[in-house]
Nanobody, 125 residues
């Protein structure tokens, strides 16, 4: 059974870089046709898709966050990471990692095959 676990600091200061890691167990992030996404949910708002790294290593970002976002992967650790730079309090959210067979941008948990439990990140001085 594939499981995803997010990890990283729960508190980030404004203007700093938010860094999160998603560790995948029970399956490989290089499994053919699988795409591994980062999604967030600000308080009181809906899910926002941030970007994904494909099984092949290709990466695609949300246009609205592209200038501040970097997604990478470490296949030896079966992990993929998110870095979001120049954060503001508006970046406060629960951040989720998720996996799905097939490319695409999806905005709800049921559309994904695998979904992490989420990690709260607060941006505050």
């Amino acid at each position: 059974q594939v499981q995803l676990q997010e990890s990283g600091p729960g508190l980030v200061k404004p203007s700093q870089t938010l860094s999160l890691t998603c560790t995948v167990s029970g399956g490989s992030i290089t499994t053919n046709t699988y795409y591994w996404s980062w999604i967030r949910q600000p308080p009181g708002k809906g899910l926002e898709w941030i970007g994904y790294v494909a099984y092949s290593g290709s990466i695609y970002y949300s246009p609205s966050l592209r200038s501040r976002t970097s997604i990478s992967r470490d296949t030896s650790k079966n992990q993929f990471t998110l870095q979001l730079s120049s954060v503001t309090p508006e970046d406060t959210a629960v951040y989720f990692c998720a996996g799905k067979r097939g490319a695409g941008i999806y905005y709800s948990q049921p559309e994904y095959d695998y979904w992490g439990q989420g990690t709260q990140v607060t941006v505050s001085s």
